[in-house]
């Protein structure tokens, strides 16, 4: 009589081989999900910046002028959207970017012109610059491999 008994299991060779393929997996994955999460973020700015472009022309539209002060922060455009003090503190504006902890938003504007922009503060947009202009004249500055907007 043979007692012998069959063990059942993975060898150090079948486990280093499976070890294998997940990091090989994990090395094409996780690039293109860092790529996917960082266009994401630039086409929400680029949404945010073409929605408060509408808004200053609207305000033209109203006015006859675009608002002839600069703003920074969401506050603070929508306070001048509005036609108020910058140092309104409640605002109500038809104008609220979709994300805030990736970008600060600015605008620069004249009577007649005005520059609005998108400055990447998130992990994987800083540095980017977007901007928007009363001619729809778009550009991306210092954020490699997007050089135009997408």
């Known amino acids: 009589m ?4 069959t063990q059942s299991g993975f060898t ?8 294998a393929i ?10 293109a999900y860092n790529s996917y999460i960082t266009k994401s973020n630039l086409k929400s700015a680029e949404a945010d910046l073409v929605a408060l472009s509408l808004n ?12 002839a002060s ?4 969401v506050t603070q455009i ?3 959207l509005l036609g108020g003090p910058l140092t309104c503190t409640s605002p109500t504006s038809g104008w609220l970017p979709s994300q805030t902890s990736n970008f ?6 004249t009577a007649t012109t005005y520059t609005v922009t998108a400055t990447g ?14 001619s729809n004249n778009r550009n991306i500055s210092s954020c490699s491999p997007y050089n135009s907007w997408l």
């Open 70 to 73: 600069s703003a920074s922060g």
């Open 121 to 134: 503060t998130g992990a994987t947009v800083s540095g980017c610059v977007l901007t928007l202009d009363q």
């Open 104 to 109: 600060s938003y600015s605008f620069s504007s």
């Open 2 to 5: 043979n007692n012998a008994r």
């Open 56 to 67: 200053l022309e609207n305000y033209y539209q109203k006015q006859l002028v675009y608002p």
């Open 12 to 19: 150090l060779i079948e486990m280093m081989i499976t070890v």
């Open 22 to 31: 997940v990091a090989i997996l994990a090395a094409i994955a996780l690039p």
């Open 78 to 80: 929508q306070c001048v």
